[in-house]
Nanobody, 127 residues
Framework: EVQLLESGGGSVQAGGSLRLSCAGSGDTSSRFCMAWFRQAAGKGREGVATVGRDTITQYADSVKGRFTASKDNAGNTLYLEMNNLKAEDSAMYYC?????????????????????WGQGTQVTVSS
């Protein structure tokens, strides 16, 4: 069983920065890929960024160049550094994980392909 706990959300003005963290416990071995999703009010859950077993990162086009995802050396904590935030980045941000083979972090942006989820942390960006 895997437990995920997000932190770091808050309110910030447009152009500001936030750093989200996702602490994993339970079976959080290096066999897992991890990802960030977000869901704004009235919208579907959107893939933001992912880090594979090989530490290769992938991003949604809407956040490329502004957000950076990373994991700590132990692979238990996932981070999302968010810079130049925009009002449209406002959403509940969720951490997710799933078992995946090396190089096998396919179809990451579909939330249905992820097994474990955190409770979320709210990000609000005011313009």
């Amino acid at each position: 069983e895997v437990q995920l706990l997000e932190s770091g959300g808050g309110s910030v003005q447009a152009g500001g920065s936030l750093r989200l963290s996702c602490a994993g416990s339970g079976d959080t071995s290096s066999r897992f890929c991890m990802a960030w999703f977000r869901q704004a009010a009235g919208k579907g859950r959107e893939g933001v960024a992912t880090v594979g077993r090989d530490t290769i990162t992938q991003y949604a086009d809407s956040v490329k160049g502004r957000f950076t995802a990373s994991k700590d050396n132990a692979g238990n904590t996932l981070y999302l550094e968010m810079n130049n935030l925009k009002a449209e980045d406002s959403a509940m941000y969720y951490c997710a994980s799933r078992y995946c083979a090396t190089g096998g972090n396919h179809n990451w942006s579909n939330y249905l392909n992820w097994e474990y989820w955190g409770q979320g942390t709210q990000v609000t960006v005011s313009s």
